[in-house]
């Protein structure tokens, strides 16, 4: 976190290790940070988007989707990573508060997608994981960014992390039934639906090479 960000939520921070409160005031207004940040993001990104399709007649991002964290999913993450529930934590260490997903159509778009946002003077760069390239264990692909967004507050600028997720339609099918019977699932999945799911998605690989091979 930066200085400035840190000296702003003192403000409404009186003890930096203050527990976690979720139904608490502050933790409304720490949200208002996170909420106005994917806001502003959000508007370059759409921005960006429609200049492609009307000045280039191209559909560079097919959607964009926002939301902040439930704060049950917070806590639930605070727990997973053993971390002790405070505010400083939780501003600190967890980096998806604020998230956004932006949606192409090709596999070459996300990469495109991703040095457009790197070249923004406005956006710093935190943390890049590429499971483009490097898919995960379970078969996950997307392109993960922690950038940090300014906020023009009327005292001060502060700066906001939110994380990116980029990644292709097809993968984003893949992902979202995944994370619904797999990822986010009390009970877990059997061994051999793990493993068809990780040959789904190595054939959605396959799909998106195949569409950039089309389109070349
Ligand atoms: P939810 O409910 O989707 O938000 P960091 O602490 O930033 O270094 P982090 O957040 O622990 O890293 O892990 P990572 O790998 O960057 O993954 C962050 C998010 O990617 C997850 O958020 C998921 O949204 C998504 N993700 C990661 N792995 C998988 C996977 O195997 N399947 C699916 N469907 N999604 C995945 P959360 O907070 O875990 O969950």
Known sequence: MRENELMIMENFLENKDEKLDIEDELYKKLMFFYKSALKQLNVQLDIIKDEFKTIYNYDLIDHIETRIKEPKSILKKMEKKKYSKTYVNLIEKI???????????????????????????????????????????????????????????????????????????????????????????????????????VSYAKMINRFDNKMIELKN
């Not at 993968?171 to 061994?191: I, L, N, R």
């Open 95 to 197: 980096n998806d508060v604020a998230g956004m997903r932006i949606i192409c159509t090709l596999k070459d778009d996300i990469f495109f997608i991703r040095d457009l946002i790197k070249n923004m003077p406005n956006i710093h760069i935190v943390k890049e994981k590429d499971y483009v390239t490097n898919p995960k264990q379970s078969g996950y692909a997307s392109y993960h960014m922690i950038v940090e967004v300014p906020l023009y507050l009327t005292q001060k600028t502060i700066y906001v992390k939110c994380e990116i997720q980029i990644r292709t339609l097809a993968m984003d099918f893949w992902a979202s039934f995944e994370h619904k019977v797999k990822y986010k699932s009390e009970k877990g999945v059997s061994k051999k639906m793990s493993k068809e799911l």
